[in-house]
């Protein structure tokens, strides 16, 4: 069983920064496409990043400021958040087809986790 487990969200200040985690299970994460999404209040999920085999696609508000990385031996991904924006705040959620791609991108994944709140404010 697929299970995708976020953590790591939190309240920063404007220009601060996260590190955001999501740990996997039911699969292996090498070669396995996986996005971040994020859901603001009022507004619909907007994809934020997937990354799969050295491809990533960004959402051009978070180029530049948002990383991914993946440590595979501990099935576990990362999105690293820098000069964090007040339009920033969201649930943030890892997302993933379990598929070797990014096809999913931006936001139509199959397994969900059940998302962090991030929340940038002053």
């Known amino acids: 069983q697929v299970q995708l487990v976020e953590s790591g969200g939190g309240l920063v200040q404007p220009g601060g920064s996260l590190r955001l985690s999501c740990v996997a299970s039911?699969?292996?994460?090498?070669?396995?496409?996986i996005g971040w999404v994020r859901q603001a209040p009022g507004k619909e999920r907007e994809g934020v990043l997937c990354n799969n085999d050295g491809l990533t696609y960004y959402q051009p508000s978070v180029k530049g400021r948002f990383t991914m990385s993946r440590d595979d031996a501990k099935n576990t991904v990362y999105l690293q958040m820098n000069n964090l924006k007040p339009e920033d705040t969201a649930v943030y959620y890892c997302?993933?087809?379990?598929?070797?791609?990014?096809?999913?991108?931006?936001?139509?994944?199959?397994?969900w986790g059940q998302g962090t709140q991030v929340t940038v404010s002053s």
């Open positions: 039911g699969f292996t994460l090498d070669n396995t496409g």
């Open positions: 997302a993933t087809d379990a598929r070797g791609s990014c096809s999913a991108w931006p936001i139509n994944y199959h397994y």
